[in-house]
């Protein structure tokens, strides 16, 4: 399994900017397929947006979709969410994750991710 480490979350007023990064190390991260997922409090992990092995194919979930970009750089092992647009109902704890298996297309099926970060906070006050 890949492990992954999140970072850049924090506190931001609406309409402003984060940009959130997932490092990897241990297996392969180039060849799998990742998302970030986000669960705000009482409510279930909600797919936020995934990307492909290579970065050329992108999902988003309306919610987000104009405001957030996905993308990667497999050189560095790392994957980035781009956060534009901030409204407070994005106040969740964001996760990266791993797809269990490389070379696997897009998904926002949970069960399909292996590896999982420990989550960084987002907190975007009105």
């Known amino acids: 399994q890949v492990q992954l480490v999140e970072s850049g979350g924090g506190l931001v007023q609406a309409g402003g900017s984060l940009r959130l990064s997932c490092a990897a190390s241990?297996?392969?991260?180039?060849?799998?397929?990742m998302g970030w997922f986000r669960q705000a409090p009482g409510k279930e992990r909600e797919f936020v947006a995934g990307i492909n092995w290579s970065g050329g194919r992108k999902d988003y979930a309306d919610s987000v979709k104009g405001r957030f970009t996905i993308s990667r750089d497999n050189v560095k092992n790392t994957g980035y969410l781009q956060m534009n647009s901030l409204k407070p109902e994005d106040t969740a704890v964001y996760y990266c994750a791993g797809n269990t298996s490389p070379y696997r297309p897009v998904t926002r099926t949970t069960s399909d991710f292996g590896s999982w970060g420990q989550g960084t906070q987002v907190t975007v006050s009105s």
């Open positions: 241990g297996r392969t991260f180039s060849s799998l397929a």
